[in-house]
């Protein structure tokens, strides 16, 4: 009979989500679902319990954020079991391997340099060791692809920034933003539907370094803009509901009337 003691107790910590991890995917007495997962099909769950954790915070929903937190741990140490079946390696190498990295970039706090630094420049260090142990490879190598597409052009942009490839100031990023979107137009109008995906991308892009420039996180801003919208829309929602009505009940010119009350709104409530 299997022991289930250090599953059930509540003071068991790393050691228990471990032992919980391990029976999930027990062959014999696991979850038949945890059991076929490969790193493939649970990588997507790891950017979405990322994502939640980012959206937590965002909304100051401090009560949830342990939680979001425990379900983007389980996802590490979901691939560190699956690591381990296959030999590779386990979940004491990934601490290991995070926890060396972080002395070795921290020679400010854990060796013998000063730490009066700016953020600034520790962001600068930390960079400039990530190039050192990266060696000889390209420069825009180890930008992962998975990463949010808003979040890799930026973190691109930045890498060929540290070796000059950067317009100097924002008005001429603003100036490309204003010949990407125009280029955009005239391929509506003019071109294939990949040829006008392309321009889109180029445009999006740009506005992306526009955010860089100005030390803005693109993905936080689409987040907020996302949630304005949401919150507008449902009020227009609310107000036509009022009347027994659904938003297909209504048109546009009533609807965009209650959108301009709801931004009233909204600017009341903040004073």
């Keep these: 009979m299997t022991d289930d003691s250090l599953i059930h107790d509540p003071n068991g910590g790393m050691d228990r989500l471990l032992a919980i991890m ?3 995917r ?12 490969t790193f493939a099909t649970i990588a997507p769950y790891t950017i979405e319990e990322a994502h939640e954790v980012a959206d937590a915070i965002q909304r100051q929903a401090w009560g949830e954020l342990p ?29 290991r391997a995070i926890s060396d990295k972080m002395v070795t970039r921290h020679p400010h706090v854990f ?3 000063s730490r009066d630094k700016t953020p600034e420049q520790q962001t600068k260090d930390w960079e400039a060791l990530k190039a050192k142990e990266r060696g000889t490879a390209r420069v825009l ?3 992962a692809l998975a990463l949010p597409a808003l979040t890799r052009a930026v973190k691109l942009q930045n890498r060929a920034a ?19 979107a125009a280029e955009l137009v005239e391929a509506r109008d003019t071109l294939t539907e990949a040829e006008v995906e392309e321009e889109f991308g180029d445009l999006l892009f740009v506005m992306a370094n526009l955010a860089r420039h100005l030390k803005l996180d693109p993905e936080a ?5 996302n949630a304005k919208f949401t919150c507008r829309f449902n009020r227009i929602e609310d107000w036509l509901a009022e009347d ?5 009940d209504s048109d546009l010119a009533e609807m965009d009337a209650l959108w301009n009350r709801a931004k009233a709104e909204e600017k009341a409530a903040r004073g």
């Design 22 to 24: 391990a029976r999930l």
């Design 244 to 248: 027994g009505r659904h938003p297909r």
């Design 67 to 95: 939680g979001e937190l425990g379900d983007l741990l389980f996802q590490a140490v979901f691939h560190a079991r699956m690591a381990e079946e296959a030999g590779m390696f386990g979940f004491a190498d990934v601490v």
């Design 111 to 113: 060796g013998d340099q």
């Design 141 to 143: 190598d180890g930008v």
């Design 221 to 225: 801003a689409l987040r907020a803009a």
């Design 26 to 37: 027990d062959p014999a007495t696991g979850c038949p679902w945890d059991v076929e997962q």
């Design 162 to 180: 540290r070796v000059g490839f950067d317009w100097p100031d924002v008005g001429e990023v603003v100036a490309k933003i204003a010949e990407e």
